[in-house]
């Protein structure tokens, strides 16, 4: 059974940082694109940032470029999202997701991230 | 905010048909990349209902239908039922390099 299982959510200050994790299993992680995609209390998903197969090329949404990272662990199978700099307008469910627009996507059920002194 | 937009809400009796348009621009719907469609249920994960425009995974009723022309594409739902009651999100590729998505469309079933 393929499960994507987000953690590392939680409160964070202003500038603060945070490291999300998210655990692959049931299917092989290191041949799947991943990404994270973001959702703030009562409003739409937004793409956040995507990494390939094997870690070699990455992309961000403007909105985090420069703040946060992603990375994975395909012996670990498991995908990483290290965000720095927080804001208040980073609060939201932070998605893990297979390969979102391929026939064949799959999303964890997400971790909460809230931003506030 | 997103580039691609589409209609905060729609809604239908049972057994009506409701659609939901999803416009882009010649950066990322116009410019050829795929269209695939998301059902949301409250306090659920996005479930993948088309890709590639118009295809159904397996599971998906055939009561949901996609299509794509030009800058726009659009879902429709035929028969209507109770259990379609969810947000809606397009999602697809724009040439600056990133993946978006539509702004959202909540169904409702009257």
């Known amino acids: 059974e393929v499960q994507l299982v987000e953690s590392g959510g939680g409160l964070v200050q202003p500038g603060g940082s945070l490291r999300l994790s998210c655990a692959a299993s049931?299917?092989?992680?290191?041949?799947?694109?991943m990404h994270w995609v973001r959702q703030a209390p009562g409003k739409g998903l937004v793409w956040v940032s995507r990494?390939?197969?094997?870690?070699?090329?990455?992309s961000y949404a403007d909105s985090v470029k420069g703040r946060f990272i992603i990375s994975r662990d395909n012996a670990k199978n498991t995908l990483y999202l290290q965000m720095n700099s927080l804001r208040a307008e980073d609060t939201a469910v932070y998605y893990c997701a297979r390969d979102i627009s391929g026939i064949d996507p799959y999303w964890g059920q997400g971790t909460v991230v809230t931003v506030s002194s | 905010q997103s580039v691609v937009t589409q209609p905060p809400s729609v809604s239908g009796a049972p057994g009506q048909r409701v659609t939901i348009s999803c416009t882009g621009s010649?950066?990322?719907?116009?410019?050829?990349?795929?269209i695939h469609w998301y059902q949301q249920l409250p306090g659920t994960a996005p479930k993948l209902l088309i890709y590639g425009n118009s295809n159904r995974p397996s599971g998906v009723p055939d009561r949901f239908s996609g299509s794509k022309s030009g800058t726009s594409a659009s879902l429709a739902i035929t028969g209507l039922q109770a259990e379609d009651e969810a947000d809606y999100y397009c999602?697809?590729?724009?040439?600056?390099?990133?993946?978006?998505f539509g702004t959202g469309t909540k169904v409702t079933v009257l």
């Open positions: 999602q697809s590729y724009d040439s600056s390099l990133s993946y978006v």
């Open positions: 049931g299917f092989t992680f290191s041949s799947y694109w």
């Open positions: 010649s950066s990322n719907i116009g410019a050829g990349y795929d």
């Open positions: 990494i390939n197969s094997d870690g070699s090329s990455t």
